[in-house]
């Protein structure tokens, strides 16, 4: 069935999402001190990574086909609530990408010219990804405001070290979900309800390279792998992705459960693949195979959704906290027991190997 789509209103185009500690963020970190980053130990795999990256597989792959000229009313209720929930997040999480790597190559290009020309090319990317997610959103008759989302947004300073750690960890567990969706819906086409999934084998590709880039980087600042601070901190990072992860995909499953996947079998292996994913770059990784590793996780998932329930609730602030401070003590101590469990030495490994 083809209809012409009424185009958003002003009524119906956002400029905020809701805020959440579970909400994607806009980050800024030092510029100056990235400026100076010395890459001549990394000089080779520099030119291959940006060799790669101005080939532009994906040049003409974001072309949106004849199919999405449809209605989608036949997604409705509360899957549609979910399926615009988590295009509205994912249009959000690629566009501030977007505007991290932009602002990154702009500030470099007199005096880091490979890293400048990397994050351009990032940011060409980035921009794709969310162009092609917002135009999904209108085919639901929401557009998201970009412009206004760049200027009325705050943004979270980071030091560039956390910077590389956690963007290498977003865009190897971002070509995890959707290589995971991706091979998911060609086993089960009957629950692929949207055209959107199926652009998402290449499109990981994108975000595969990105993660390769940031491996790059992060091999060539010695400190950010060869002492035992790089050591926790890698821990902590990825503990920090993979429980925001479990949280939101918890807290989100009807979209899972729309595409006939198991929210917790897909967290988990998405957190299995980047982990092991993650030996190649980081000093240390978790033991994602401890057998109180995903029980854990998994209780603090359980205490997430317990929480909102109570700020559902109509009872009063003070009664709320009350309620909620045994569930946050105890995911608390279960992230920290996560984070003080011995990793795996991915140092170790790199040297057996050699
Ligand atoms: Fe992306
Ligand atoms: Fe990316």
């Known amino acids: 069935m083809v209809s012409t789509l009424p185009k958003p ?5 956002k400029a905020a999402v ?3 500690i579970l909400a994607p963020r806009f980050y800024t970190t030092d510029f100056d001190k990235t400026a100076g980053f010395d890459l001549s130990s990394q ?9 790669e990256m101005k080939t532009d597989y994906n040049r003409d792959h974001f072309v949106r086909t004849e199919v999405f000229k449809q209605s989608w009313d036949q997604i409705e209720g509360d899957d549609r609530k979910a399926f615009l929930d988590y295009l509205e997040r994912s249009c959000v999480s690629e566009f501030s990408g977007f505007l ?3 602002e990154l190559s702009r500030k470099l290009k007199e005096r880091n010219p490979i890293l400048s020309e990397l994050f351009h090319l ?6 794709r990804h969310a162009g092609f997610l917002n135009k999904a959103m ?3 008759g929401i557009s998201l405001d970009l412009g206004k989302i760049t200027k009325n947004r705050t943004y979270t300073f980071f030091p560039i070290e956390w910077v590389v750690y956690t963007v290498y960890l977003s865009e190897k567990i971002g070509y995890w ?5 991706y091979r998911h819906l060609q086993q089960h086409p009957e629950n692929s309800c949207y055209p959107l999934f199926d652009y998402f084998e290449s499109w990981c590709q994108d975000e595969n390279r990105h993660g390769d880039i940031f491996k790059v980087i992060l091999r060539s600042q010695a400190p950010l792998w060869n002492n035992w601070q790089s050591k926790l901190w890698s821990r902590f990072f990825l503990l920090t992705v993979f429980a925001t992860h479990s949280l939101t995909v918890h807290e989100r499953s009807q979209f899972y459960t729309l595409l006939g996947l198991d929210p917790t079998a897909f967290d988990a292996d998405v957190i299995r693949e980047t982990n092991a994913t993650s030996l190649r770059a980081f000093p240390s990784v978790l033991d994602v195979d401890h ?12 205490r997430n959704l317990c929480m909102k329930a109570i700020d559902a609730s109509s009872q009063p602030g003070w009664l709320k906290t009350l309620r909620k401070l045994p569930l946050m003590a105890g995911t608390f101590f279960d992230l920290a027991a996560i984070f003080f469990t011995p990793g795996i030495d991915a140092e170790a490994l790199r040297t057996q190997v050699c």
Do not use: G, W
């Open 138 to 140: 209108q085919d639901f």
């Open 18 to 20: 809701e805020e959440s």
């Open 122 to 127: 990032m940011a060409r990317d980035e921009a």
């Open 100 to 102: 991290l790597f932009k």
């Open 43 to 51: 000089t080779h795999e520099f030119e291959a990574v940006l060799r």
């Open 291 to 302: 057998p109180e590793f995903f029980p854990r996780l998994h209780r603090c998932s359980d």
């Open 177 to 181: 979900r959707y290589i995971l969706i």
């Open 9 to 13: 209103s002003a009524a119906n185009t």
